[in-house]
């Protein structure tokens, strides 16, 4: 009897224990991160894009969390080349003083992701809406959409919050990054 119970707790043990998580790296080639930036006035809306560094997360089946994902900032691009030289430079994003900025995943719940974002040196926390999807091929894709204030992150130019009078050379604080993870199981 002794014994049995002994073998009904180790079964239980295991089946108590959730899977070991799977170590998971951003396919740098196959990912994307677009951005959206808006007009105070009117519908002047420039898009460009810009390029992942290097990311890791931990993936166990059913939930995404301890993530790095971090961004070239200077890859910022725009088909206006003038635009994406004044966003590269010290009134934006610096990316010489600041080249990476860094997102820290802590977990996604219901389809949110929750993290910390650093940009410029200042770290804000920022939740927005993501989905996993399993391929065929065993990558990862995860997609989704996050609006950030770029004031809280010392981004101050042409904002109406900061700035009077500015008409049509104001600039909306939101912006929207939208990206495409595409991701593959990290090999031992």
């Known amino acids: ?44 809306a420039p898009t460009g894009s810009i390029q992942f560094q290097r990311g890791r997360f931990n993936y166990d089946g ?8 971090e961004v070239d900032m200077r890859t910022i691009r725009q088909e206006q080349a003038q635009l994406a030289e004044h966003l590269r430079g010290p009134e934006f994003f610096d990316v010489e003083k600041y080249p990476v900025a860094v997102f820290v995943l802590s977990e996604v719940r219901q389809g949110v992701a929750s993290g910390q974002l650093t940009v410029r040196g200042v770290t804000q926390p920022v939740r927005f809406p993501l989905t996993v999807e399993r391929q065929a091929n ?13 004031t809280k992150f010392g981004i101050n130019h042409n904002s109406s919050s900061f700035f009077q009078n500015l008409g049509s050379y104001a600039i909306r604080n939101d912006f929207k990054l939208t990206f495409d993870v595409v991701a593959e199981a990290e090999r031992q």
């Not at 070991?20 to 007009?39: F, K």
């Open 138 to 150: 065993g990558r990862l894709r995860i997609q989704g959409t996050a609006t950030l204030d770029r």
């Open 1 to 44: 009897m002794k014994l049995l119970f002994l073998i009904l707790l180790h079964f239980c043990t295991l089946a108590a224990t959730p899977p070991a998580a799977t170590s998971y790296l951003v396919n740098l080639e196959a990912s994307r991160i677009s951005w959206t930036g808006y007009a105070e006035v009117g519908t002047y």
């Open 62 to 69: 059913s939930s995404l969390r301890n993530g790095r994902f």
